[in-house]
């Protein structure tokens, strides 16, 4: 794997300096400590050098939301000498249930667990590849299905899959704002849910929420996990397909 170039190296350490202020900011408004938020670069159409230079600057945490492209830059970083950081991958993506078995062989955490179908089969993909996942319940927020989520009235059925399938671990709960609306009001009801299932799931505490354009509202609301790609990476070209 090539090394990034000089410019694009400077260019991710000043996107992070910058992102960094901007969450420390946040964390001090609502007297949150910095080091109660996880944050995971989502690196999606950006190449595993770009991992590799973050992982440089110390980010350990990395986020993709496609099954293929997730697993072949898990792989190519996985694979290299001298050896790249242990990194944790998180799945961000919409998750089909034929994708699952793949998934659970890289992934060390799965934030959109939407269906008791898909908390099935990443159950059954952990065992075949001999892992444990830790897992989310990704609640829908908006009335518009192609975003993924569990509408409100099914989160605790999907919650309950996840809890109790062996080979998984239910840590929290995660939501994509909505595009049209406050996401203040959107994080804050997921703040409610949020509580609805760490009552029934001991250590299921987790809120993961805030991208680059929502972080402040979501850390104001409660978010333990930041997923940033833009702030970091800068703008995506849409991938081919
Ligand atoms: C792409 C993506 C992000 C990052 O979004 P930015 O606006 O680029 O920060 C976060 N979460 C999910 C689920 C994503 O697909």
């Known amino acids: 794997m090539a090394a990034v170039s000089d410019q ?14 901007r969450i420390t900011r946040a ?12 944050l995971i ?15 440089g600057l110390g980010l350990r945490d990395f986020g993709e939301n496609r099954d ?51 908390a099935r ?14 897992v989310m319940v990704q609640v829908s927020l908006d009335a518009d299905p192609g ?9 605790a059925a999907v919650a309950d899959a996840c809890a109790t399938a062996t080979r998984l671990r239910l840590t929290g709960v995660m939501a994509i704002a909505p595009l049209d609306a406050d996401p203040g009001d959107a994080f804050s009801r997921l703040a409610g849910i949020s509580a609805q299932v760490s ?7 987790a809120i993961s ?6 972080l402040e509202a979501a850390l104001r609301h409660g978010a333990t996990h930041l997923r940033v790609g833009t702030a970091l990476l800068g703008h995506r070209t849409p991938p081919p397909g």
């Not at 694009?8 to 202020?21: D, F, V």
């Not at 492209?69 to 249930?97: I, N």
């Not at 975003?147 to 989160?155: N, T």
């Open 41 to 55: 670069a989502v690196t999606k159409t950006f190449p595993a050098a770009d991992v590799l230079a973050l992982a």
């Open 209 to 214: 929420a805030g991208m680059s354009n929502d």
């Open 68 to 118: 293929a492209e997730a697993r072949d830059k898990a792989r190519a970083l996985a694979a290299l000498d001298p050896p790249a950081p242990d990194l944790r991958w998180h799945f961000v993506g919409r998750l089909q249930r034929n994708k699952c078995r793949s998934v659970a062989t890289y992934a060390d955490v799965v934030h959109s667990v939407d269906r008791v179908e898909v």
């Open 121 to 134: 089969a990443l159950d059954e993909g952990a065992h075949r590849a001999d892992r444990y996942l830790d």
């Open 147 to 155: 975003r993924g989520g569990a509408e409100m009235a099914a989160v």
């Open 8 to 21: 694009r190296a400077a260019q991710l350490a000043a996107n992070l300096r910058s992102l960094e202020e």
């Open 199 to 205: 009552a029934a799931h001991e250590g299921a505490h």
């Open 27 to 38: 964390c001090d408004a609502t007297g949150r400590a910095r080091s109660a938020v996880s």
